[in-house]
């Protein structure tokens, strides 16, 4: 059984921090074949769910067009608040994922990032914005049917930063049927509103981005039952789920503490998971030293990773 970081060292946070980047994950077999870059194609999703088109981009493998008959696991990457779905393709989230291929540490599969405005990626308190509705029961339909994926659970990941990382939590700990595997970087996990609730600094700043999907004024019951810190105590719902989650020690947001305690309520109830403190802060800057570690654990949740992370049976000799 895997175990979180917290559960084997204890350490100051500081030296937690240093001695995580060592032991976090296990190390990843490099692949027979260093695979070329990826080619993005962006489309778009008409949704009666939501009553308007959404748009979004896929990062396909080298070899999709000229291997017609082959079939690709899928990772879900869901965007930052004011973000969209270019965002992992330029700000660089292509480039992180064509190194890794090219230095054969990843087998092929999909990239599928939808743009996901500033939903959270829920249904909205008022009712006027499905979008988990719209993510669960057309987008992903949509993207099997159009590309040739391999449709089930355990060949899909769902993956994303900072509001990207509560919605990939609280998608694949909600929907465990659709999604096998979830990662999470710098997710904007919030442990506890201050009552009254500050309307300047950075919890004044929380409010006001939370109005859309949560209510104006924001109603802490609706937002409480769609935490994934919520969520979490009741793994039973999400049993098998694989999970991976990780974030800066300096997050300017704080964004450490409810992930910390995530951590903390996956433990208490024996559930696997690989969490991990990173030294660094939010954004692109750390995306762009830690994004490779989210991408190795997603791959390897697949099943060609984890055939490719087997021990091979001993060739006879002739």
């Known amino acids: 059984m895997q175990r979180s970081l917290s559960q ?33 194609d962006c489309a778009s999703v008409n949704s009666s769910i939501l009553g308007q088109p959404v748009d979004y981009c896929v990062a396909l493998p080298a070899d999709y067009t000229s291997s017609p008959n082959r079939r690709y696991p899928t990772l879900y990457y869901l965007h930052g608040l004011f973000e969209n779905e270019r965002s992992w393709v330029d700000k660089g989230g292509k480039e992180i994922l064509d190194n890794l291929l090219a230095q054969g540490k990843l087998g092929e599969f999909l990239v ?18 499905r979008y988990e509705d719209f993510f669960i029961q057309e987008f992903v339909p949509t993207i099997d049917k159009t590309y040739r ?14 509001m990207g990382g509560f919605g990939a939590l609280h998608l694949a700990m909600k929907h465990a049927d659709v999604f096998g595997s979830v990662s999470a970087q710098s997710a904007a996990l919030i442990p506890k509103f ?6 300047e600094g950075r919890w004044g700043f929380y409010a ?19 935490n994934p810190l919520t969520l979490a105590s009741h793994t039973q719902k999400f049993s098998g789920l694989k999970l991976y ?24 109830n024996g559930f696997p998971h690989e969490f991990v403190l990173r030294p ?9 030293q830690y994004m490779q570690y989210a991408l190795l654990f997603e791959w390897k949740c697949f099943g060609l990773g984890r055939a490719a992370d087997s021990p091979q049976p001993p060739r006879k000799s002739r």
């Not at 976090?24 to 080619?39: E, I, M, Y």
């Open 208 to 226: 006001r981005v939370l109005q859309e999907p949560f209510g104006f004024p924001l109603n802490e019951a609706y937002f409480e039952a769609n």
């Open 149 to 162: 994926t391999l449709p089930a659970a355990a060949e899909r990941g769902i993956s994303g930063t900072s």
């Open 245 to 268: 989650f990780d974030v800066g020690d300096h997050d300017r947001y704080g964004f450490q503490e409810g992930n910390e305690m995530l951590d903390r309520i996956l433990s208490a």
């Open 112 to 129: 599928v990032m939808p743009d996901g405005d500033h939903t959270f990626y829920i249904n909205s308190y008022d009712g006027r914005k």
């Open 194 to 199: 201050p009552n009254p609730l500050p309307s």
């Open 8 to 40: 084997w060292i204890h350490l100051p946070a500081s030296l937690a921090a240093a001695a995580a980047l060592a032991v976090a994950l296990p190390s990843f077999p490099v692949q027979a074949n260093r695979l070329g870059p990826t080619k993005v």
């Open 280 to 288: 660094g802060d939010h954004g692109w800057s750390y995306l762009n």
